[in-house]
């Protein structure tokens, strides 16, 4: 029931009138429910990673299903004053487009960074299937860290939603320089360099540009599947995760995490070129995946007396069955 229950949740979440809260925690009780239902294997395994994940997506999804109300709240100034700071005046993106893309033609490294991004959501769970089909041993802390690297972002994308540059940049053309929007300052999007006519900051969103132009019609219902939150940008959780997988599978071997770690690095420059993320927010990334491996000594207690306990629930539920 609880499984069901949680499967559910992320489908009907706009149908039913619910604390945004209760029907978190239900999407995140199917995997736990699932780990009492059956007993341990590497297919249960899987299962309980896929619902988590699944979780995962409704967190990440319900802050955008009131737009109106996650636009007042938005940040938009704080990265990119940072991020100026970063480049020395420029953003980091706009040095990047400025100097690498080309307009009107879709180049072999364009290419090849938008379909890194875009297999972004395989990767950290390819190196847990690796890890389990290599490494059972070491599966569970391995699923424990990545996940806690996915749900403590996506707690910050509920507390403080922040726009990405693509974002930032329409917003700038959309209103005049130096008026407000949500509470924002707006003066930092009109700054002098990396800016066009009428003070508006220059950022192509050129991953769905090159969406529209290879997927064409498909693109629009593609985006609709994969999209679904555009101010989920700070930390960057595609930088973060890939990076904890790329220290996962440097405890396995060394040719395991050297591919990781260039797959993380090329990740991380599609995401500034490509103007889906901020330097800052890589950065911001990778102190999320500093925090979740030093502090996770400390969290281990507790975890363990959790795992016994769902342990004795599955035996409990086994032998009365």
Known sequence: MLVAVG????????????????????????PLGLSVALRRSRTRDVAVCALHMWAYVLAYKSPHDDEQAQAERVHVDY?????????????????????????????????????THWSWMLAPNAALAYILWRNPRRFPRAAALTYAVFDLGACVYW???????WYAAELSAREPRGEPRGGEQGELLGEPRGERGGGELVVRRMMAEYGEFFWQDGWTRLYSVFGGNPLAAMPSLHFATSLMSAHLLAEHGRLEGALALLYTLTLGFALVYLGEHYVVDLLAGVALVEAVRHGAPRAGPPIGRLGRAVGTLEAIAHESG
């Not at 507390?159 to 540059?165: C, F, I, K, V, Y």
């Open 7 to 30: 499967v559910a949740a992320p489908l009907v979440r706009r149908r039913v009138r619910a604390p945004a809260l209760a029907i978190q925690l239900a999407a995140f009780g199917a």
């Open 79 to 115: 990265p990119i004053a940072l991020d100026r700071a970063l480049g020395l005046g420029e953003l980091p993106t706009v040095r990047l487009q400025r100097a690498l893309a080309s307009s009107g033609e879709w180049r072999a490294l364009d290419r090849v960074l938008v379909w």
């Open 159 to 165: 507390l403080a939603p922040t726009a990405p540059p």
